[in-house]
């Protein structure tokens, strides 16, 4: 299994939320959930998600005013879920920042296979490995997954962030801080 990542869910809709908020679960993440823009720009400043599904529709804003507000500073992967499917709508979201787009409805595989391709063209735009080996362990950073001796390892968040900070730190003096 793979370790978690913390994906933020900012939608009104409070049943698609709340089954968005499950599957990511299942899958083995950590969902976070606003119901609107206010609480989405709270979130991201307090648990710094690795990913952000977004709604366009929201009672408070505009969901591309929300992309606008977080970048260029902020570069957490955003994928727009909206049943807006004009080509000018999905073309001012790409442009303003967001790295993906799904119409609803869609399909929660298609949306988890989507996720996965945002957390690892996320490390790859770090200019991270994405595949960092020390010894006889090897961690995909794309996909938060652990092997050791091919083996996969489950790991909590805490633990995994620690693993690859060292794995990054292979070889350097690692502080008791750190
Ligand atoms: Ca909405």
Known sequence: MSARA???IVEDDKALRRSLAATLKAAGHAPVEAENAA???????????DLILLDLGLPDGDGLDFIASLRPDDLTPIIVMSARDAEAVKVA?????ADDYVVKPFGLEELLARIRAGLR????AKGADPIVRTGDLEIDMG????RRAGAEIDLSPKEYELLAIL????GKVVTHKR
């Open 39 to 49: 609480e989405g720009r709270r979130w991201v400043a307090h648990y710094r998600p």
């Open 143 to 146: 996909a938060r997954i652990v």
């Open 121 to 124: 063209h996320a490390v790859q």
């Open 167 to 170: 794995a990054l730190s292979a």
């Open 93 to 97: 979201a790409f442009d303003l920042g």
């Open 6 to 8: 913390t994906i933020l």
